[in-house]
């Protein structure tokens, strides 16, 4: 099964939008599928259907799907989506600034982000917008389009502050829907990633994390993949390779101290771990941002 990943590009906020149309779904029809990060996908005309999980739904105007990393999304076997219309945004966790989460299961607790929770354990959220709220509910995610394609002053702001409004009607919808959502922890997912949390900035592997919630690594990996359509590799070097990208943008530290920091004791290594994620080096990277930097 396929399994996007979001590429940061370090000139643009981490956010995008595709448009849902006829003419894209007439393009390409995805089999299958999975993300490594959330995304909405909001309907302003139905047709067709999706499936995710062990749930399929006939789309409809106003359909507001929450898609979690990990969640696998396909067509219905009802049609396609080519009568369907609608706008998608798609983003990383370090759009939230200082207040981004540092582990997945941690979302449970920010409040803009408890909706995507639910993961691969249970498939995307479906939500409805109240009809009379979907016209303010387009012109949001339009106003993010229009920022990222005219670039003005002051457009990364604005981009991610529209980003945050989106959000916070996205957990006004799901507040009914998720109750008490935050509180059902998948406790071995729970249990990794609280050690990929306290352990990432030192030696830590896939072996490693199965020792301490005593399992057989082999298990840890198919277990974990199952849930959130990554290896518990991916997650440890997602973890690291989020912590040095906020140190390069918002500190001076040298490049190799940076990769010090986030558990690579070898600078070059981490250089080229850092380029095959972002297709940059973490120089490089820095210098597209505009970030303070000094010499190592």
């Known amino acids: 099964m396929p399994v996007y990943t979001y590429v940061p590009d370090p000139v643009l906020p981490p956010v995008s939008v595709l448009r849902l ?25 139905g047709g067709g259907s999706l499936r995710s999980g062990n749930r399929e739904w006939l789309v409809e105007a106003g359909d507001l799907y929450v898609i979690a990393p990990g969640d696998v999304m396909g067509m219905g076997e009802t049609a396609g989506l080519e009568h369907a219309g609608g706008i998608a945004v798609f983003f990383t966790q370090d759009a939230l600034g200082p207040d981004r989460p540092g582990a997945f299961l941690s979302w449970r607790a920010h409040p803009l982000l408890f909706p995507f929770v ?40 604005a981009v991610l502050a529209h980003l945050v409004l989106l959000l916070v009607g996205v957990s006004r919808l799901a507040t009914d829907v998720v109750g008490d959502l935050r509180l059902n922890d ?14 990432y900035r030192g030696r830590l592997s896939l072996s490693d994390v199965a020792r301490a919630v005593n399992l057989s690594p082999g298990y840890l990996t198919t277990t974990v993949r199952r849930m959130t359509g990554r290896t518990v590799q991916d997650w440890i070097a997602e973890r690291r390779m989020t ?48 970030a303070p930097r000094r010499p190592d």
């Open 118 to 157: 639910g993961g691969a354990a249970t498939g995307a959220l479906r939500l409805k917008v109240p009809e009379a709220d979907r016209a303010g509910w387009l012109a949001r995610v339009r106003a993010i389009e229009a920022e990222l394609a005219d670039r003005r002053d002051g457009y990364r702001q």
């Open 186 to 199: 998948e406790s071995l997912l729970a249990e990794v990633f609280t050690v990929i949390e306290r352990r």
């Open 243 to 290: 912590e040095a990208r906020r140190l390069l943008a918002e500190s001076d530290l040298g490049v190799s101290e940076v990769g010090r920091m986030v558990g690579f004791t070898d600078p070059g290594y981490f250089a080229r771990s850092f380029r095959r994620m972002h297709g940059l080096t973490p120089r490089g990277w820095r210098s597209a941002g505009g």
């Open 21 to 45: 149309d006829p003419a894209a779904f007439h393009r390409k029809q995805p089999g299958e599928h999975t993300h490594d990060f959330p995304g909405l996908a909001y309907f302003e005309r």
